[in-house]
């Protein structure tokens, strides 16, 4: 990436369920407020929060959040965990925001607009916000942090900016990408992903990586006040904000409160001790809480998705996961309404493809997946040539595809309770089919590394977390070529309509090449998404008001720009 200062001058997905990267190594579209919109997009107002009944909130009060991990790094532009998140985006800007509706809109930038072509980006600031020590945030900020981020190589991010041909600062409050080719998720993920730093203190800093930011200097509704690992981080309001209702936060502190289970933070709920949860809560739990009066119970959907994957890869020997007719006959096969149900208690929501229902502009109404039919299944393969020719009650593979009992290994993540209900569900979906699965639960790091760097395993059962822009999904999990597509899928016609959306010059054209994939994926099956957990959020309603729900789990009730219009009672 070429850098120009006209004065001397990114799917993991790390992957796991508190990890970003893994839960989105792709950053993505937000409707129709996509990046490659020629007309761009302006500054919004700031969300409304209900106000007290006596008229305008009034200033102070500490709100006490229950978590269940700390931060993995204060360092904004290393920090990659949902609890890091929690802390970090209070602490330091975006360009863009996801409002409540899950569409990205200008934060810090007060406009984002993209040329015609598609290859002209152009990022106009707020004027008059400042970093915490006075300084105020410019262009140059901005600029430097893509800089730094692209050539430390400092998280996945990095790769978004592979895409700049240079980057101009033609005046302090404007900052003009261009790009290589056109690319329609380009603004929202730099916009809201990357968390901006101040070039003035993190240009002296020799080892950006390493840097543990233990006195951040940042820009935020709130700043660090104390840390003390494992058991709480303290925020204080600063004076003035641009999001805040009232000009500045209501609250005058927030303190982050860590705890070693759900049980116990869900009892400080109970008890008072907690005021409101940023960590999901078992379905269990909320539905206790739900009986208590004086705490209010809210869900927001993720914006990722839970799955099972089979490898097609014939290099690591010949399976009945490489056999489109096998992974067709378990996606009929397999019992959606009860793992909603049984699995996770009523707390998700079915989906066909890997676009969320989210994302309904980009849904391809005619892409379904097949409707639960174990005798549609056991039909498609006694076609396919499957067939019990031993009399051991379990299916036979074609002689194509090993001519063996069809035993399938499942691994996945022994600890995730919900993977393992979903385990137990499949298990007797397949024995109805003939088929048997042989299911192996594993530590998670045994997880990642057989699963996303060997390959080496026949199915597994995970999930994506956060999964943001529907014109990158395909290209950065089925892609041949891409680093998630886990199970080695190959296929030219999607890596067409992959690459097609991805770089678009449109969001028009983005988005029919996204339903084209999607028509695709229904018929081919790499892998079977089985549902969108929604998660589970409390507060208590009495003594606090003003939340803002936001989309997924890493935002929540604790999103800066809920925060910020929070009130006590």
Partial sequence: ?????????????????????????????????????????????????????????????????????????????????????????????????????????????????????????????????????????????????????????????????????????????????????????????????????????????????????????????????????????????????????????????????????????????????????????????????????????????????????????????????????FRLAMATATDRNTILNVALEGAGMQIDTPISPLFADWINPDAKAPAYDSAKAKEILANAGYSDTDGDGILNAPSSFGGKNVEPEVIYDGANVFHQKVAKILEKNAADIGVKLILKPVEYNTLVAKVFNEHDFQMHIGKWGVLDEPSETFANLYHSKAKNNMATYNNTEMDRLADGAKYAKTEQIARDDVKAAQALFVKEFPVVPIYVQKFNLAYNADKFGGFTLFPGDLQGLVDPNSLVGVYKK
């Fill in 1 to 325: 990436m070429k850098r120009i200062n006209r004065k001397n001058v990114l799917l993991s997905l790390l992957l796991s369920a508190s990890m970003l990267a893994a839960c989105s190594s792709q950053p993505a579209s937000s409707g129709s407020q996509n990046a490659a919109s020629p007309s761009g997009t302006s500054t919004p107002a700031a969300p409304t929060q209900p106000a007290p009944a006596n008229g305008q909130p009034t200033v102070g009060g500490t709100l006490v959040v229950g978590t269940l991990s700390g931060p993995d790094t204060l360092n904004p532009l290393v920090s990659n965990t949902t609890p890091g998140s929690w802390i970090v985006n209070n602490l330091y800007p975006h360009l863009m925001q996801m409002n409540p509706s899950g569409k990205k809109e200008p934060y810090l930038a007060e406009s984002v607009t993209t040329s015609d072509d598609g290859l002209t980006i152009t990022i106009k600031l707020r004027d008059g916000v400042t970093w915490q020590d006075g300084q105020p945030i410019t262009s140059e900020d901005v600029a430097f942090t893509g800089q730094l981020l692209h050539d430390k190589k400092l998280q996945w991010t990095a790769e978004i900016f592979d895409q700049v041909a240079k980057v101009e600062t033609p005046d302090k409050l404007t900052v003009v990408y261009t790009l290589k080719d056109p690319y329609p998720a380009f603004s929202g993920a730099i916009g809201y992903w990357v968390r901006i730093v101040p070039k003035h203190i993190w240009e002296k800093i020799d080892d950006p990586k390493a840097f543990e930011n233990q006195d951040p200097v940042g820009a935020g509704p709130f700043k660090l006040v104390k840390y003390e690992k494992g058991q709480y981080i303290e925020l204080a309001a600063i004076d003035k904000w641009f999001s805040a209702p009232g000009g500045r936060a209501y609250l005058d502190k927030v303190i982050f409160k860590i705890y070693p289970d759900a049980n116990t933070m869900t009892l400080a709920l109970q008890k008072g001790e907690v005021d409101v949860t940023s960590s999901d809560l078992p379905t269990s739990a909320a539905k206790l809480l739900e009986t208590n009066s004086s705490i209010k119970v809210e869900q927001t959907a993720s914006l990722g998705f839970a799955y099972y994957s089979f490898n097609t890869d014939a290099s690591k020997g010949v399976s009945p996961t490489q056999d489109v007719n």
